[in-house]
């Protein structure tokens, strides 16, 4: 439009493109009042992935111990590695013992033949080696691991070993980078001139503003490969970038890892979780129904969505043995499966065989019930993980009683994935410290501008001419990461007082909302928008406008009918609310992004519509001096 606005008079081209509808300098807020977007902060979970899995076993020989020098692990008593050469030494040593084992069966070498195989397939999957897909812990135990009483072990119980742990699988789905990608492109609708109503093209604001430097934008990503190649899809639709993502990736997405900002090491739980994990098991290894007493103890913040599971599982420990018996049913059915020559080439999703299918499986029924016939509850988000992506990904092999087993673990997810991150208010504030106080000082830095160490590229004043408000710089700040940090943000906001239910109606609504959030889904989004009036003073209270909006991500297997479907992004501002356009509106993430949209993006139908009131909240100006602008401290 710059162009041809330039050229038009000049050949006498009709361009009757009104000039207002290029640039549109302030846009309206929740609450309706005019005002200049100057800052977004997006916290984003990553995107469908395959599920997780981990070995541990215990290592003892030489080799191990020459590599672990070698990487300097002694310095920490840790050891992570993620790179092709260190990846490669390991799989080197795995090979070498393997054929030792072989050819000698009197050979001193104490490592678990079937684990040092699995060790080896694992890291020879793929045909190349990157940290993206697997990485490999080392620990050094300077006793070695506990075990069982005998007196051969006792005598060996001092000699120091190293644990070892291998995780793969978590990788990003072709279905999660659609959704980070559509995401991206319904992302852009938030910025001003992004209503579509340019030449049909929604989001044309925001490239606008990036292809004239007026955007400063940074988007960072944890250490982990599915979080970084959901950054990368993202960047791709945000911006209408071509070409593949791992180009995108290097050049758009930081790492957020040089500070801890996005690191989310589990291995070194606080003393505060490790009580509310100790709690939360007791309370669902009683093999009795829920008591008021229970209720009082797992849902003291009255949580509708955990009520509601409780009264789905009842009695934990018979749920428990249901989910047991099914899975065993599960592996029962695979395992005939593979027996059956009509199936014994067939590809489930994301290329995963029947055997990988089996192990994973395999695994969960044997870890999950303990020898001592006690349930292991830190193995339900495995158990949801896996049943959730068999029933969204390889539900053609039409196996029995699966919505049934995704019910029941889903119902016992909805509890302890949520309740491990503290049952309590104080628990749920102290846990979130440790994860998020880095990130929550981070945003409040880009809240106030004051600590503006990142170059940016603004638009020089010689190519300024052409457009309209060369003075508008918007800041974006995209944080990817793990579903740890996203409940540890979220907690942080819902409990930190930033507001008094009491005294807030809109406040309470939107506690109420995220009372029903039974999940917080791939791709759940915290979203913090600054506004600025540039008519008031300074010190004016009213010269800022701080906006939270949320949404928790995509929807899961079963629609949940009682979900409650708010009115979307910019409820209170719709100029054309009685229209047409909008009388035809879904309840889509993809509509609630934007009042219109083109046939295009109709396939982004798989996100839970933001929260219907986004919190407003108006401070004094954090940009003349350093202020709390809206802060979640």
Known sequence: NIIMRELAPQFQIPWSIPLEAEDIPIVPTTSGTMMELRCVIAVIRHGDRTPKQKMKME??????????????????GKLKLKKPKQLQAILDIARQLLVELGQNNDSEIEESKAKLEQLKTVLEMYGHFSGINRK?????????????????????RNEPSLLLVLKWGGELT??????????????????????GDYAGFPGCGLLRLHSTYRHDLKIYASDEGRVQMTAAAFAKGLLALEGELTPILVQMVKSANMNGLLDSDSDSLSSCQHRVKARLHEILQRDREFTTDDYDKLTPSGSISLIKSMQVIKNPVKTCDKVYYLIQSLTSQIRQRMEDPKSADIQLYHSETLELMLRRWAKLEKDFKTKNGRYDISKIPDIYDCIKYDVQHNGSLKLENTMELYRLSKALADIVIPQEYGISKAEKLEIAKGYCTPLVRKIRSDLQRTQDDDTVNKLHPLYSRGVMSPERHVRTRLYFTSES?????LSTLRYGALCDESKDEQWKRAMDYLNVVNELNYMTQIVIMLYEDPNKELSSEERFHVELHFSPGAKGCEEDKNLPSGYGYRPASRENEGSKKTSHRNDSDEEAHAPKRDETDRSVVMFKPMVSDPIHIHRKSPLPRSRKIGSVE
């Open 136 to 156: 490999v812990q080392l620990t050094y135990l300077p006793h070695g691991c506990p075990k069982t009483s005998s007196e051969e072990e006792d005598n060996r």
């Open 485 to 489: 940090h996203v409940h540890s943000l």
């Open 174 to 195: 072709p279905a999660g980078r659609v959704q980070a990608e559509e995401l991206g492109r319904a992302f852009r609708c938030m910025y001003p001139g992004g209503q």
């Open 59 to 76: 290592v003892k020989h030489q080799r191990f111990f020459d590599l672990f020098e070698k990487c300097d692990g002694y310095k920490s």
